[in-house]
Each structure stands twice: as C-alpha cells, then as structure tokens.
DNA sequence: CTTTACAGACCGACTGTTCTGTTTTTATGA
DNA sequence: TCATAAAAACAGAACAGTCGGTCTGTAAAG
C-alpha cells in the first residue's frame, strides 16, 4: 500500500532468489513429468536445493504451483515487441506466439496448471482471480494495438481470445499430429484465416516508456 | 482373423459388461477428479465393485485409461448426423460439437487423457496408435461431407482440424471466462468465421444403412 | 535476543501392484 | 447326461514405495 520496496535487504534477496529457484525447478517438472507428477521430492531435486526450502516458502503443493503460475504469467505478460517497435502483422504474431510462448516449457507448463485447476479446487481458488485478471490485461494490451473487420473493440478481442484458446488446443494435439508438416499447416491456415479478419492499427501511437 | 464372435458366451458377456460398468466409472472419475487423482480405489467405490476385478481386467493404471479412451473415442466417432439425415450447417455442427461432445463428461476425460499423454510414456505408447488412427478416420467421415471455399480437400481437414484444436483448448479456459455470455460469443464467432470458410457438399449422396 | 531462512528427520495416508483365496463358467470325456 | 478338471471372473488382504504436510534443530540476519 505505502511506498513499499524500501529496502532490499540481505534476507529480503536471499529470499527472493531462493524462490525463483524453487519456481523456475517448479516450471521444469510442470513441463517435463505433469502436474500430478510435480512433487515436493522432485522439484527439490530439480533446483538442488533441500526440502526445509520449499516448504518454508509454500506450505502447500497448491502454493507452489500458484506461485509458480503467477510469475509465469508475469513473464508471459510482456508482449513480443515490447521494445518500443510497431506490433508485428497479426500473421507474425501468431506464429512467434506459438513458437515462442505457447509451445514453450513455460506454455506447457501453463496448460498442466489449467488442466490442474479444472479439478484441483484449492490450486483454482488460489489462482482464478488473477487469471482472469491476467486474461482481461493481456487482451488489453493485445487488442489496442489490432482492429478486426468489424471495427469494433468487442471483436477484436473475441478474435484474439479464440487464437489464444486455439494455440492451446494444439499443444494437447502436438503428439498425435500426423506430421511435424500438418502441424505447421494448421498453423497457417489458421493465421490466414485469423488475417482476414484482424489488422495493426493503422494510427498506432508508440507509447514511449523508460526500458529496464 | 476367422469368422468372430461366434458364441457371446455367458462368460463373454459378464466380462463385457463389468469391463464397461469401469470404464463408465472411470470417465466420470476422470470428468471430476482429474486424471492424477483417478485411483483404483476411487473407481472401484464409484463402480461399486471390488478391487480384484479391475485388476482383474486392467493390470496397470494406463491399460484401464486406455482402453476408457478407446471406448470414448468408438461413442465419439459416430457423428451426430449419423441418422441417415444430411450433415447439418457448419454453424449448427460447431455448437453441437461443443454442447454434446467436447464439454461433456467424456469429452473433459478425453482431453485429461490427452493432457496424461504428454508425460506419461507408458500411457502414450498404449495409445497412439490408436488416437492417430481415430484422427484420420473422423477427419474422413466429416471432412468427406463439406468442402472448403478453396475446393480442396487438405483444406477442409486443415479447417476441422482447427475446429477441434480450439474446442480442446476452449475447454481448459472455460473456468476463467469473464462471463458465460462471453463464451457463448467466442463460440458464435468462430463458428461465422468457419462459416466463411466451409460448407455442405451440395451434391451429398446419403449412404442408407440398416439401423439397429 | 528475536526473527527469518533453511536443513532434514518423521509421520500417517494413500498409491499401484502382487498375491492368495473363492465362486462361477467352460471344456472334456465316457 | 453328467461328473470333473481346468480356466476364467471376481474378492480382498498384503506390500513396499511415495505422497503432502508437520515437526524440531541450526545458522544467519535483523
């Protein structure tokens, strides 16, 4: 509430580093073994750390993968041209979403966590609000930036929600796609279609912000 | 290889039926608890039997969600036109698609499995032969009954394809959408934008079999 | 001297699997 | 047709391993 951050002291960083270890090693299991498998042991082992750590920070396995979630989302806050640049074309973005965010350990793990919080009532009560908040920032800042065919704002977002609810579709799929080719295919097709219907603003206006 | 089923033996029929009565327990385990939390002892009191009979039947834990999955996905291969009656609009077979098959109780099974393949191997080489081979058939029976505004025939797979992946993915996002309103728009508009791109063969030459 | 950050032992509950009985069905052979 | 052995369909106990969570101990920071 008040002018937090004033110190960063010694504990307060040990902390913190202590955490990103703990959640990056958490990231890696959500990726590579699921979230059933996402146990206290493994991501101990994972980060190389002990088990006292973990549960000093998160008592629960809930508060871990959370933990972990928020900050994926934070990461995957930040659009792909941040840096100051015009957005890239709607065809481009879809693709380096996929490529880049989607289809990452990061993506991946993001997907365990929803499937997770469909039927894990604690992990969805820790998490629903900020993924919404999370969902309703995140077209925000996405959907300023494009203009559907229609022209209104209502749409534009309802494109982009149906390409993000697509692009995660495909990660369930990914393994029994017929072919690596196929795969691109429906990339494409889709980004076509997605293309014909979205475009950059023409009058954007580059909000300038102090980088770092 | 010879002239099966001759005797559907009294044997055949209890091992048939106590072989569905834990699949279907199975399902709704999978529906609401999620795959991790699917235990034997959870569909054996859901089934209300006992736990040698389903390690009876199932040996492992991945032979009894494969063999659910294989029996899930024979019920989801008849299509809902499946009456002899023409194929319905494109709009008409996406919300139906969503209504009756992906957001039901075996449709969330369906993509738990899908999401439990990922990283569980054991559970992937039992069933990926069989989730290919399913793909292809089902894109076969929609896909021989409409065509895309291209006129060729990858093109409409490529579209269904898309159809599937982003019903799948509106699934995982369905308990963090902003309104129930606002799902029911995504849906609408992505089944206008399919809309744009398919339709119903014209010239569909109905196959008249015997029912039942 | 108090609080925080970690270390690691400990625990009951539950997991998937294996195992041994018991009942029912089937195959056999005279 | 009917006794009987073999096989299949279940029932349920038993087991080692792992789970998430708690608990005490120790060193560093405040």
Known sequence: MNIASKKPSVQDRRSRDMRAKICNATVACLDQLGYAETTFAKVQAKAGISRGAITHHFPT?????????MRLLDNAQTPIWNRGRPPPPVYELIMSS???IVNS?????IV???????????LFGLLEQSLRDWDR????????????????????DLL??????????????EKFVSSPEYLTQMMDRFARMMESQLQVLPETQIQIEDAE
Chains 1, 2 share one sequence.
């Open 61 to 69: 396995k809930q508060a871990l993968v959370a933990a972990t979630a």
């Open 98 to 100: 996929w490529a880049n």
């Open 105 to 109: 350990s990061g993506g991946r793990a």
């Open 112 to 122: 365990e966590i929803l499937v997770a919080c469909r039927t894990d009532t604690a």
């Open 137 to 156: 920032s995140n077209l925000d800042l996405i959907s300023g930036q494009y203009v559907s065919v229609t022209g209104s704002r209502e749409d534009t």
């Open 160 to 173: 982009w929600s149906i390409a993000r609810n697509f692009l995660r579709g495909l990660l369930l799929h």
